[in-house]
Structures are given as structure tokens and as C-alpha cells.
């Protein structure tokens, strides 16, 4: 059976680049008026040829937005359980070169974060580890996710890569979300930013989704870190991967991550930086490519950014965020994966997303055995 990777290899960089410099605004144009996009037309969007069509694209990104999603956004929140981490991921805080002062939560320090956080009114949280598998197991996660199931209406996971087995274990467990950033998906880029540690293994990563997917998840999302390769590649290769698990499991909902670098420890510098209006490009080309997808904008972006990208297309966002292990309910560790630029509470959140005419939904879906059982 076909992988994605199988698939990628379909669209080498040279074909990408044939269909970036082919694009013209006629090309463009025919996209905008289309139903049903193809990856060619996905790639139009994405050339520096549309950057003039841009309030185009986002008139019709609007659009298609209020169709499929209505004037709502989704609230969800992260919870850190530990910074400890055995790879060097070149562009992150935690990486295990960095010195720093380590934190790793119990599963009662865990449910004591999660009470805080379920205390600001959210139902949808999100677990997070740094990858060391013998202190923050499968086991472990698993068991933390045991633990705040009763709090939360929804728990996703962004941990390492786990075996089908242990998607398995997650999904028996209360998570019925799974998100895994590929980072970039250019096996030779992805392999010099992981010099070491068990993320180096790309094809293992790049199925991951594929691996949950078959334990009857209910939903997943992917995510390239934008800043790392060229943008037109790895947005390109991001929308693909959304698009070809949208047709291999139709009833798992697909969504998009659009994470931008942000400022952290250590000395990485941003080789390809995305600006403001390629970013944008970015949200309303996937949009147009993939209008019933989510989109997910996390307080990477500062409140002006993400107050506006919400009607072009972002359906989920994060609020009350610290990106610390502990802080809520504990004095956390001390700096974040990265520096968050949106700060706002979930209720200053709820007020400005009211004032641009967007409500925000807390629960948006509920365990259907929870339902049984009431
Ligand atoms: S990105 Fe993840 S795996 Fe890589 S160093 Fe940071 S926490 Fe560890």
C-alpha cells in the first residue's frame, strides 16, 4: 500500500519548481474560481506569482471559511510534562545540548496543571513531552492522559514517534488527537538540524500520522516549522501531506499547523525567514487547497497576526498558553521551548475574538463512551 513518503517522492523538487515558475496569474485565477484543487493549483497559490492576487486569495479564503466553519474558533491549550530530551534539534530550547535546568512532572504534578488549567474554562488540551523515552514512556504519557480524562472534553499528544502499538495504548487511553510536526519535510535539511538523538530518523516521523491514523484516532494534525527550508517546499509538502491523509482516512479529521520560529535559547539562526505576507499567503493558499481542514495558529504569533488571520482561515488557536514544564499550579521550569508573543488569557482572548464578530467554541466534541455513561 501507498505511503505518503512513497507519495512525496512523486513531486521532487524539480517538478515543485517547474510548477512554481510555470504559475501565472491566469493559472491563478483559474484556482480561485475552482472547487476541488489539485496539488498544482495548490502550488500557483503558493508561487511568488500570487503574491499580487493576495486580497484575492484571501476574498475567497474568507469565503470558504464561513462556508465550511461558520464565525467560530476553537480554544485548546498545552500542557508541558517534561523538558528532558535526548536530541539535539538545532532550532529548539530543549534541546539536550542546551544547560539548563531540567523539569519532568508526576502524573499527580500533572493533574494538578491540568486542574489549573481546566479552572480558565478549557475542555481541549494538548500533552507535550521532550523525547526520552525511558523517563516520559508511552506508559507514562499514557497514564497522565488516564489521569486528566475526566477534566477535559478532548486530549491531543505532540510527543516523539511512537510504534502503532503505542498510538494504540494512547487512543485506549483517552487521547483522540494526535499532532506530529514533520519539521521539514527535505530528508537531507531535516537530517543536518537533527544531528542526533531518535527524532534523526525521518521515515519513522514522516509515518507517524499514517501509524495513528490506524488505531482509529479521531483526529490528526501536521505541521511543517516554517523558517527551516524554503517556504514554497515545505508549505507545498505540508499541504500535501494534509491533503493525501484527507483521502487515505476519510473519517479522521485532518488539520494544519502553521508554526513560525520563534526567538529561543541557543545561537540557531533562522535560515529562511517567512515574512508577514508570505505567511498569510500561506494560510489563505491552504485554504483555498483544503477548505474543510483545520488550521491551527498557536501563540507563536502575536495577538494583531492572529486577531486577523482568523477569518482567512485559522479554525483553532491557543490561549493561556505557557510553554514551561509546571507554571500553573507549580513554580515552572525556568524559560519555555520558545518565547510565546501572544500572552492573552483565555478571556481577554474570548473579548477580542467577540469584537472582530468570531465566537469561541470551548468543546467541540465529547467522547462518545463519556456520552454513554452519562
Ligand atoms: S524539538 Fe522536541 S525533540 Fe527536538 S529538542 Fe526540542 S523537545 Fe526535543
Redesign the pocket.
Known amino acids: 500500500m501507498e505511503t505518503f513518503q512513497d507519495f512525496l517522492q512523486k513531486w521532487p523538487f524539480e517538478r515543485r519548481e517547474k510548477g512554481l515558475a510555470d504559475a501565472a496569474s491566469e493559472s491563478i485565477a483559474r484556482a480561485l474560481a475552482g472547487e476541488n484543487l489539485q496539488p498544482k493549483d495548490f502550488l500557483a497559490l503558493l508561487s511568488p506569482a500570487a503574491l499580487p492576487h493576495l486580497e484575492d486569495m484571501a476574498r475567497r479564503a474568507r469565503d470558504l471559511t464561513l462556508r465550511y466553519f461558520g464565525r467560530a474558533v476553537q480554544l485548546f491549550t498545552p500542557l508541558y510534562l517534561s ?1 528532558v ?1 535526548t ?3 538545532r ?6 545540548g542546551n544547560k539548563r535546568k531540567r523539569r519532568h512532572l508526576t502524573v499527580e504534578d500533572a493533574f494538578a496543571e491540568a486542574e489549573a488549567i481546566a479552572g480558565m474554562g478549557l475542555q481541549h488540551i494538548i500533552l507535550l513531552t ?2 526520552a523515552r525511558k523517563l516520559s514512556s508511552p506508559e507514562y504519557i499514557a497514564s497522565a492522559a488516564r489521569r486528566i480524562k475526566p477534566l477535559f472534553a478532548s486530549i491531543g499528544i505532540e510527543v ?1 514517534s511512537l510504534t502503532e502499538k503505542e498510538y494504540a495504548l494512547m487512543t485506549g487511553s483517552g487521547v483522540d488527537c494526535m499532532t506530529m510536526f514533520q519539521e521539514t519535510y527535505t530528508p537531507e535539511l531535516y537530517l543536518s538540524l ?1 544531528p542526533a ?1 531518535p ?1 534523526r530518523d525521518y521515515a519513522f516521523r514522516l509515518a507517524a500520522p499514517e501509524r495513528a491514523a490506524r488505531t482509529g484516532i479521531r483526529a490528526l494534525g501536521v505541521g511543517a516549522l516554517l523558517g527551516l527550508e524554503r517556504f514554497e517546499m515545505d508549505a507545498f509538502a505540508t499541504g500535501l501531506h494534509a491533503w493525501w491523509l484527507q483521502r487515505r482516512f476519510p473519517g479522521v479529521d485532518i488539520s494544519v499547523s502553521v508554526p513560525r520560529i520563534r526567538p529561543h535559547e541557543g545561537d540557531f539562526e533562522t535560515p529562511q525567514e517567512v515574512d508577514d505576507r508570505r505567511f498569510v499567503q500561506y494560510i489563505t493558499a491552504l485554504r483555498c487547497f483544503l477548505p474543510r481542514v483545520g488550521i491551527t495558529c498557536s501563540t507563536r504569533e502575536n495577538a494583531f497576526m492572529r486577531d486577523h488571520i482568523v477569518p482567512l482561515g485559522v479554525t483553532r488557536i491557543s490561549a493561556g498558553v505557557s510553554t514551561a514544564v509546571g507554571g500553573r499550579a507549580s513554580a515552572g521550569s525556568a524559560d519555555g ?1 520558545f518565547e510565546i508573543a501572544d500572552h492573552r488569557s483565555v478571556r481577554e482572548v474570548t473579548a477580542d475574538m467577540a469584537k472582530i464578530g468570531y465566537q469561541v467554541v470551548i468543546k467541540d466534541w465529547e467522547d462518545p463512551a463519556e456520552t454513554a455513561a452519562c
Open positions: 523538558d530530551c536530541n539535539r534539534c532550532y529548539c530550547g530543549f534541546n539536550a521532550g523525547d516523539y537533527h538523538g527524532k521551548q
